[in-house]
């Protein structure tokens, strides 16, 4: 065996970035949810969840991103809303 072929990655998709997909799309709804209700309990786990799918996806390495970027933008807008109006961060 070459080292080349050592070295090459598998092209299909594995289960890995159909985890990492799905915990990318999941991330960004808990981000884009926590607008409307608690932000300080659904924004850290989207964060986290984005973070983790980033890690594990190569294949879907834009959406893993966009949900690292979305829930990022989230926590900003959800705390800046909570405190404009005055509702409970917690």
Same mark, same amino acid.
């Given at each position: ?24 799309? +999941? $991330?960004?709804? =808990?981000?884009? #949810? ?5 932000? *300080?309990?659904?924004?850290? /786990? ?16 834009? +959406? $893993?991103?966009? =949900?690292?970027? #979305? ?5 900003? *807008?959800?705390?800046?809303? /909570? ?8």
């Amino acid at each position: 065996m070459s080292a080349e072929a050592a070295n090459a990655k598998p092209t299909g998709s594995g289960p890995a970035e159909v985890v990492s997909g799905y915990l990318s799309a +999941l $991330a960004i709804f =808990a981000g884009l #949810i926590s607008l409307a209700w608690h932000p *300080l309990r659904l924004v850290p /786990a989207a964060i986290l969840l984005a973070l983790v799918a980033s890690a594990m996806g190569h294949r879907n390495r834009r +959406l $893993a991103f966009a =949900a690292v970027a #979305i829930t990022g933008i989230c926590f900003f *807008l959800g705390m800046t809303i /909570a405190v404009v109006t005055q509702r409970p961060l917690w």
